[in-house]
């Protein structure tokens, strides 16, 4: 890797050095005013492999040892969820701005002590929901907007996969389930797209994978199988089908998300480097409404970044994260009540 001056604006400790590790170093390592100088993983492999691909020397297991270092200003998030807020709040409190992969937290208090302890120490806190920095969704919101689909509308998103490869994604104690991991997602793209605020949340779940042998060692076994249904103050509606709990080589062919309106339909496509908007009007024409082939993660990475340096809130931050927790926990009660969660 190229060798940056000892004087660049950010400098960044990356905690967790998984897929989504990799991906945040290497986002941030691109950016010219800031470089990753420290990683941090309880698996010395990992953490010795970033080290490397990072032009790094040394590696830590403990990530407060790394985040207390006097040069590190950010850091990346991207350990499992229920690890977010601990790692978050010993961040802000040390004065570094945070990056949190989303989930923000497993809890609302977990969340709120994020939000607390950034407030406290005036750092930024950012949560990664990257489908905010497509070019592509911004421009649908304001395409909505102006009327592009009439009203009402109504969101259908389906994610339907086998059996998790990272079981800890099964576990309800560690990252909730498709739900909460994925539905954030949604559920803040769904307040951005309608312009409204959720005003109640309806859901029935099932365990399709409980008593496989591959999670038999978790004690809480989470919800992998859900229909979710939210109603918006403007008469919207987003509904998420998911499924990951289907026998290994058992998934579906994915698609894109479907946006029906009295107008037609608009096809969305969220890839890391692909994203596009495509509506199906009346007549069966086709017709662009979006594209773009930029990279999600690193927009959102350089968004971030310029935030500090700029001292600016940044597009998806505690707020927003918290928000969209907390449909994601109104689904889960609905689960566990089976009526609807009305959202004050």
């Given amino acids: 890797m190229t060798v940056k001056s000892d004087s660049i604006s950010l400098r960044v400790c990356v905690v967790g050095c998984g897929a989504m590790g990799t991906i945040?170093?290497?986002?941030w390592n691109r950016l010219p005013d800031a470089a990753v100088v420290a990683v941090v993983d309880i698996r010395p492999d990992r953490a010795e492999r970033l080290a490397a691909t990072c032009g790094l020397d040394r590696w830590y297991l403990d990530y407060r040892e790394a985040i207390c270092r006097d040069d590190v200003n950010v850091v990346s998030v991207c350990v499992p969820t229920?690890?977010?807020?601990?790692?978050?709040?010993?961040?802000?409190?040390?004065?570094?701005?945070?990056?949190?992969?989303?989930?923000?937290a497993l809890t609302l208090a977990g969340a709120d002590a994020m939000i607390a302890a950034a407030a406290r120490q005036g750092v930024k806190l950012g949560v990664g929901f990257m489908r905010r920095y497509s070019p592509v969704q911004a421009r649908v919101a304001e395409w909505l907007a102006a009327g592009g689909l009439g009203r009402p509308l109504a969101y259908h998103a389906l994610d339907a996969r086998e059996l998790r490869p990272k079981r800890e994604m099964h576990?309800?104690?560690?990252?909730?389930?498709?739900?909460?991991?994925?539905?954030?997602?949604?559920?803040?793209?769904?307040?951005?797209?309608?312009?409204?605020?959720?005003?109640?949340?309806?859901?029935?779940?099932?365990?399709?994978a409980a008593g496989r042998p591959e999670i038999a060692h978790i004690a809480t076994v989470a919800v992998d199988t859900a229909t979710v249904i939210v109603r918006y103050a403007t008469g919207d509606t987003g509904t998420f089908v998911c499924s990951w709990g289907l026998p290994p080589g058992v998934?579906?062919?994915?698609?894109?998300?479907?946006?029906?309106?009295?107008?037609?339909?608009?096809?969305?496509?969220y890839g890391i480097t692909h994203q596009e908007a495509l509506w199906l009007r009346e007549g069966g024409v086709w017709e662009t409404i979006a594209v773009s082939d930029e990279d999600m993660y690193a927009r959102e990475i350089a968004s971030f970044a310029a935030c500090i340096l700029e001292d600016r809130p940044p597009p998806a931050g505690g707020a927003e994260g918290r928000a969209a927790l907390r449909v994601?926990?109104?689904?889960?009660?609905?689960?566990?009540?089976?009526?609807?969660?009305?959202?004050?």
């Fill in 171 to 208: 576990d309800a104690n560690a990252n909730g389930g498709p739900v909460i991991d994925m539905g954030v997602h949604l559920f803040d793209g769904w307040s951005l797209l309608f312009a409204a605020e959720p005003v109640e949340v309806f859901a029935q779940g099932h365990r399709l």
């Fill in 82 to 104: 229920h690890l977010h807020a601990e790692v978050a709040i010993c961040a802000a409190e040390h004065g570094k701005h945070v990056l949190s992969e989303k989930p923000m």
């Fill in 328 to 344: 994601a926990l109104a689904a889960i009660e609905s689960m566990q009540t089976g009526k609807p969660v009305l959202l004050g």
């Fill in 24 to 27: 945040h170093a290497a986002r």
């Fill in 251 to 269: 998934t579906p062919p994915g698609g894109p998300d479907i946006l029906f309106g009295p107008a037609g339909a608009l096809h969305l496509t």
